[in-house]
């Protein structure tokens, strides 16, 4: 009977009671008594995709949707974090003239950022991350309200821009640099969907460089593809390559996340 007991103790360590499982870790989706139950005691980072539509080669228009909501259901678990719904509409710029495309001005969208990351703080999120998709002035201003609403509500923020921070390992998959639209951001989406990508509408005419800094400027940008680098970029990459993007690039990003909240924690901020 002794040893039955110690079998039951046991497995109730090593597999937690159902219960005690939360059942999505999507805002959207949970009830609001469960939320109760695991928020602020459990669960206190919380992870915002932030994104907008605009023209993306041969890749959706919401790619810079598509590509943070995924990488935030991929590390959640690990992460021990929650999910706010995509904040799907954002600062477009250059490209706000093409078919399909959205512009929010910085007017609308700073206190729209602004009352939302109040929001998750009054709910008792304490490490708020926002995995932007979207450069930029939306990071600008994602930067700067986020700072503000850290130091007037003591919790913390950090605001990622996925490509540029992984812009390491676009160099190490692909032995090239990337770009807007170019072969890491469709790589990556590749990956989430392949349906959302059509190599058969991909014209090499589609793909500019940028401009060096103070050469020139135009607008609307004249190419829905941007390369960081002449001649690199293309979406020339195959299926392997796409997941391995995607697996090292949410590594990393995961890793980031998880080393400021250990050192925030260790300053006890």
């Known amino acids: 009977m002794k040893k039955l007991f110690l079998l039951s103790l046991i497995s109730l360590i090593a597999f937690p009671l159902f219960s005690q499982q939360i059942s999505t870790r999507e805002m959207d989706r949970i009830n609001w008594m469960e939320f109760a139950d695991f928020v602020p005691e459990k669960i206190n980072t919380i992870l915002l995709p932030t994104g907008t539509l605009e023209p993306h080669g041969?890749?959706?228009n919401?790619?810079?949707n598509t590509a943070p909501s995924a990488m935030a259901m991929d590390m959640a678990d690990e992460l021990n974090a929650m999910i706010a719904p995509t904040l799907n509409y954002g600062?477009?710029?250059s490209m706000a003239a093409y078919?399909?495309?959205f512009q929010i001005t910085e007017e609308a969208y700073a206190p729209f950022i602004r009352d939302i990351l109040k929001g998750l703080a009054k709910n008792g999120f304490k490490n708020i991350i926002i995995l932007n998709g979207h450069g930029g002035g939306q990071t600008a201003v994602l930067q700067k309200v986020a700072g503000d609403i850290a130091n007037e509500l003591g919790v913390r923020t950090l605001v990622i821009n996925w490509w540029s921070y992984a812009s390491d390992v676009t160099m190490e998959v692909f032995k090239e640099d990337g770009g807007h639209a170019g072969l890491n951001e469709t790589a990556y989406?590749?990956?989430i969907d392949p349906t959302?990508?059509?190599k058969e509408k991909y014209d090499p005419d589609m793909a500019t460089a940028y401009p060096e800094k103070g050469t020139y400027s135009a607008v609307p940008f004249p190419s829905s593809i941007g390369l960081y680098q002449a001649g690199q970029g293309y979406p020339n990459f195959d299926e392997s390559q796409a997941?391995?993007?995607f697996q090292k690039v949410n590594a990393k990003v995961a890793a980031l996340i998880k080393e400021t909240i250990r050192k925030w924690d260790m300053a006890g901020l």
């Open 189 to 191: 989406i590749q990956a």
């Open 91 to 93: 600062i477009t710029g």
């Open 99 to 101: 078919p399909g495309a």
């Open 196 to 198: 959302l990508v059509h």
């Open 243 to 245: 997941k391995e993007y």
């Open 62 to 64: 919401g790619a810079d």
């Open 58 to 60: 041969v890749v959706n």
